[in-house]
C-alpha cells in the first residue's frame, strides 16, 4: 500500500502537467488531422456532429459553453462558421482560431478577421456548377489530401506554439501524417489514372479540391443548397447524357431526391459518398476507387 501510494505520489505531478490542449474543429474530417498531429496531447471535440450538415448547424449551448476550456478552434469556412463564429470568439476571448483553409484563398488577396468571414460568405454560398472555377474558396479543403498536407503544417505549428513542451512529438506526429497522406495521394493518383470519363456529377459540391487535386470535373446538381428547379433539372440531365455520367454520387446530410431523378433519366445509380466521414484516408480511398468503377478505365 506505502509502495502503491508513493507511486501514486510520483505520478500525480506528471498527469497535471500533461493535462491535454483541449482543441474544437469545425467538422468531423479535421478532428481526425489535428488527433493525428496532437496524438495523446490534444482533446479534439468537432463542432458539426457526425451526422449534421455544416451549412445549416447550429452549435448546442452545451458546445458554446465547452469553448470556455478550449485554447484553439480550426475553422474551415464552412457556412454555419459565417453565422457563428463571432459567438465562438465571443464563448473565449483567450481562445486561438487557425484557419485551415489560408492558402486557399484566391491569390492576392488578404483576408483577416471580420473581413474575411464576409469575403467567405459571399463566396461560399455562391458557388458555381462548376465547381472548379470558384474553387479558391469552396470550404471542403479537407477532400485534397495535398491540401491537407499544407494544413498539417499550419495545425503542428500552432500546437507547437500553444505547448512548446511537447513541439517534438508535434513534429514527429506530423512527419509520419505526411508519410501517410502521401502515400493516400499516390494511390488515388494511381487508382485515377486510367478513368476514362473525367466528370462526376454530385448532389453537393463538396468535392471540387479533391476533383482539382485529381484532374476531374465536378457538375453539381444542387442550386445554392436547393433543389433545381424543372428547367435545371432538364438541363442537368442533358448534360449527364451528353457526358454519359453513370453515377450520381450524394451524401447523406443532403436531399437525394433531385439525384433519383437525373439517375432515372440517364439508367445510371444513385451513390452515396460522405466528405464529412471522420474516417479520412480510408473513405478519400473508398470515393476514388467508387469513380474509378463508375467511370470506366
Ligand atoms: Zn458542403
Known amino acids: 500500500m506505502i509502495k502503491l501510494l508513493a507511486l501514486i505520489a510520483l505520478l500525480v505531478p506528471v498527469v497535471v502537467g500533461a493535462e491535454p490542449l483541449r482543441v474544437f474543429v469545425s467538422v468531423p474530417p479535421l478532428k481526425t488531422v489535428v488527433d493525428k498531429i496532437g496524438g495523446k496531447h490534444v482533446l479534439v ?146 487508382l485515377l489514372a486510367r478513368t476514362l470519363d473525367r466528370n462526376i456529377m454530385v448532389f453537393h459540391p463538396a468535392w471540387g479540391h479533391f476533383a482539382d487535386t485529381y484532374g476531374l470535373v465536378q457538375v453539381a446538381i444542387e442550386n445554392e443548397g436547393k433543389e433545381p428547379g424543372p428547367r435545371a433539372l432538364a438541363a442537368l440531365i442533358e448534360q449527364a447524357k451528353r457526358q454519359q455520367v453513370k453515377v450520381i454520387f450524394v451524401q447523406p446530410q443532403f436531399s437525394q431526391k433531385s439525384a433519383e431523378q437525373v439517375a432515372r433519366a440517364i439508367g445510371g445509380r444513385v451513390v452515396a459518398i460522405d466528405p464529412l466521414s471522420p474516417d479520412y484516408a480510408d473513405n478519400l480511398r473508398r470515393v476514388a476507387r467508387t469513380i474509378a468503377e463508375a467511370n470506366g478505365r
Open 45 to 190: 471535440q468537432a463542432m458539426v456532429r457526425p451526422g449534421f450538415n455544416p451549412h445549416t448547424y447550429n452549435p448546442t449551448p452545451h458546445q458554446i459553453a465547452a469553448l470556455s476550456d478550449a485554447a484553439l478552434y480550426v475553422r474551415t469556412g464552412v457556412p454555419f462558421e459565417h453565422a457563428w463564429m463571432e459567438r465562438i470568439r465571443s464563448a473565449n476571448r483567450k481562445m486561438r482560431i487557425l484557419d485551415a483553409s489560408a492558402g486557399n484563398e484566391p491569390p492576392g488577396r488578404e483576408e483577416k478577421g471580420h473581413d474575411h468571414d464576409e469575403a467567405m460568405d459571399v463566396t461560399g454560398t455562391d458557388r458555381g456548377r462548376e465547381g472548379k472555377a470558384t474553387m479558391e474558396r469552396d470550404p471542403h479543403v479537407w477532400t485534397s489530401p495535398p491540401l491537407v498536407r499544407e494544413m498539417a503544417g499550419r495545425i503542428r505549428d500552432k500546437l507547437a506554439e500553444l505547448d512548446p513542451e511537447n513541439e517534438e512529438d508535434y513534429a514527429r506526429n506530423h512527419k509520419a501524417f505526411v508519410v501517410e497522406l502521401d502515400a493516400l495521394d499516390r494511390e488515388i493518383r494511381s
